[in-house]
T-cell receptor, first 111, second 115 residues
């Protein structure tokens, strides 16, 4: 499958700071998803994006589907300690298709 | 979203043996997938589990090593055959309804250690 380029690889921030991570691809995708994975658990879906240019929020999380359909970003505002985990971007040609994943962004938040 | 249950949640197996992982969904779903996540790595698609027909495998994965069954729209199994330490990974079941779905959902994973 097509590997997505996710950055940064890791982030170490203080509680209350905002966080931004992004994902790019050399191919066009029609679905972009963002997941969070805690140790010993499966990935949990945070936000799903289906339309180029779409900007979607889920609480303190905001994600956008790039207009070129080759990129997406995830922002977390006012981070808290429970935001700690690994965040993965994923993309597919269409909803219901298998996913291509980024390598993940490891987020650490200090109180 | 769908509720996905995987069994076992973890296992330690001897090399050369086989382990069958079960994935049960609380509703009928169109698409079911199996992924592998090696230690500290991202997720890699093993195969798409097709209901009533043979699974579709990704490059680098073969049916003899990873036989998959999908007898109905709510259940699938993945077998890891003739295991070696290199097979130590988390194996994840994923589902998508295919229409009007807002994403793909994952089970909690099966953490396999081969010794």
């Amino acid at each position: 499958g097509q590997q997505l380029n996710q950055s940064p690889q890791s982030m170490f921030i203080q509680e209350g700071e905002d966080v931004s991570m992004n994902c790019t691809s050399s191919s066009i995708f029609n679905t972009w998803l963002w997941y969070k994975q805690d140790p010993g658990e499966g990935p949990v879906l945070l936000i799903a994006l289906y339309k180029a240019g779409e900007l979607t929020s889920n609480g303190r999380l905001t994600a956008q589907f790039g207009i070129t359909r080759k990129d997406s970003f995830l922002n977390i505002s006012a981070s808290i300690p429970s935001d700690v985990g690994i965040y993965f971007c994923a993309a597919s040609l269409n909803s219901g298709y298998a996913l291509n994943f980024g390598k993940g962004t490891s987020l650490l938040v200090t109180p | 979203s769908a509720v996905i249950s995987q069994k076992p949640s973890r296992d330690i197996c001897q090399r050369g043996t086989s382990l069958t992982i079960q994935c049960q969904v609380d509703s009928q779903v169109t698409m079911m997938f199996w992924y592998r996540q090696q230690p500290g790595q991202s997720l890699t698609l093993i195969a798409t589990a097709n209901q009533g027909s043979e699974a579709t495998y990704e490059s680098g994965f073969v049916i003899d090593k990873f036989p998959i069954s999908r007898p109905n729209l709510t259940f699938s199994t993945l077998t890891v055959s003739n295991m070696s330490p290199e097979d130590s990974s988390i194996y994840l079941c994923s589902v998508a309804t295919g229409t009007g779905d807002r994403g793909a959902f994952f089970g909690q994973g099966t953490r396999l250690t081969v010794v």
